[in-house]
């Protein structure tokens, strides 16, 4: 059964917790008749300095959640609360401007801001150095390796002073080596900075290994059907057997929701 749609509001009121409200969003797209109801009356609540790992089957609706709440696009019913939050989004692909350095790359996220070009210079190096890419700042994104790369979309992301990460498979990419690598990077900078991460992945044991919560959407129409909390000490190693068992529970149920899609 799908809730009837309501009217449609993003509040960015000020506020201090939570980073992240949605209150029965759901998102129909085209027409009601002939159109497609991807996401059905979700309520999910994210807190500063809280890392939500989201899961859920092919077409569920988990990058519809995060446009979304980056408000590119309006959720056809229900209620996005972001407080007074700054939002910054990444995917799977670093999207870099090809002809453009590195630094100048991460100098477009600082435009908004009335710096003059050496400080926009020297800020984009501090974010560079954040993410361990201080000295690779002259370089083109077509010298760099793809976990380079994507550590330039972070760091990019970073300088928009954002207090909510959107990420959207972002190391869905890259080799295990790597990801292992950025996973401790974006760990660290998630802590330093308090971040609010909503981070979409396939990966179940990623999720594990990064979440202070895992959530299971219903196959489509996407809805919230499971909350994990993950109360592993951190630093969590991706291989550990705590890690592997609880992402063999959480697999266990997205195989159902998989299966029943399928049926
Ligand atoms: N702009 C759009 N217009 C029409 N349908 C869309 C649009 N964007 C997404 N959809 C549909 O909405 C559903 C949810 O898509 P979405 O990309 O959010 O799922 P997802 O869970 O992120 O999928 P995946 O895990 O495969 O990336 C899919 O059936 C998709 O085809």
Redesign the pocket.
Known sequence: MTAPLKEHAVSRTEGTSPAVRLTGVSKM??TSKGG?L?LDNVDLTVAQGEFVCLL?A????????LSLVAGLDAASAGTIELGDRRVALMFQEPALFPWLTVSANVEMALRAKKLDKKERRAKAQEFLEIVHLGGFGDKRPHELSGGMRQRVALARSLAQDADVLLMDEPFGALDAMTRDLLHDELERIWRERTLAVLF?T?NVREAVRLGDRVILLSS?P?KVVRDFPVTLARPRRTDSSDVASLAAEITGHLREEVVRHAR
């Open positions: 797209y085209g497609l991807a859920g092919s077409g569920c609706g988990k990058s519809t959640m979409v396939h489509r996407g």
